[in-house]
């Protein structure tokens, strides 16, 4: 089994700090995903990334895959009450989505 | 175009009973995973479908859990005889074929009393 460790596995921060969160393995894979999900819900894509080094933004959130495919960072700016929610990477072994593994997870609560 | 779309949203059995969770995948989507989760924590997975077939099913407990997704209807994941290690939430997510991207539903949380 590939595991997929995030960390830190809770984080609990103030209305406009920033935040890092990771997400390690010591397998490659082919791609990576981020998830958010808040309560009571699903979990919604929020990004894929599939080149080693690259980066991705989205509105305050950026994304980056680890330059040999076996890490990722989500890093959140001037967090808000709305990024409250369970973040989730997955990582990809290509060949269709049942070989996607899903990390540990990263509960993230901001305080208005 | 409908997400995916899984019912009942919450199911209350008591133990010895039947769950009947249903999934129906977005249009176009042939490929249904299902997934379990516990509070706190991430997905595991349980059993990949397309129509008709059972591709893997390395998560599935080998007794009382079961799934299918037949040529008409939804996908659904049956546990029999349900114990209350049972209670969890249960997402089902859909793709399109080769795909290393899919789409959740809300999830059926079920509780065994």
């Known amino acids: 089994t590939q595991l997929l460790e995030q960390s830190p596995q809770f984080l609990s921060i103030q209305e406009g700090e920033n935040l890092t969160v990771y997400c390690n393995s010591s397998?490659?894979?082919?791609?990576l995903q981020w998830y958010r999900q808040e309560p009571g819900e699903g979990p919604v894509l929020l990004v894929t990334?599939?080149?080693?080094?690259e980066v991705k933004k989205l509105k305050r959130l950026t994304f980056q895959f680890g330059d040999a495919r076996k890490d990722s960072s989500l890093h959140i700016t001037a967090a808000q009450p709305g990024d409250t929610g369970l973040y989730l990477c997955?990582?990809?072994?290509?060949?269709?989505?049942?070989?996607?593994?899903f990390g540990t997870g990263t509960k993230l609560q901001v305080i208005p | 175009n409908a997400g995916v779309m899984q019912n009942p949203r919450h199911l209350v059995r008591r133990r010895g009973q039947e769950a009947r969770l249903r999934c129906s995948p977005m249009?176009?989507?042939?490929?249904v995973y299902w997934y379990r989760q516990l509070p706190e924590e991430g997905l595991k997975f349980m059993v990949y479908?397309?129509?008709?077939?059972?591709?893997?099913e390395s998560g599935m407990p080998k007794e009382r859990f079961s799934a299918e997704f037949p040529k008409e209807g939804p996908s659904i994941l049956r546990i029999q005889q349900v114990v209350r290690g049972d209670s969890a939430a249960y997402f089902c997510?859909?793709?399109?074929?080769?795909?290393?991207?899919?789409?959740f539903g809300q999830g059926t949380r079920l509780t065994v009393v």
């Open positions: 997510a859909s793709s399109p074929p080769s795909s290393s991207e899919a789409f």
């Open positions: 397998s490659v894979f082919s791609s």
């Open positions: 990334v599939v080149t080693g080094g």
């Open positions: 997955a990582g990809a072994r290509g060949g269709g989505y049942q070989k996607v593994t």
């Open positions: 249009k176009g989507h042939s490929h």
């Open positions: 479908l397309q129509k008709e077939n059972i591709i893997d």
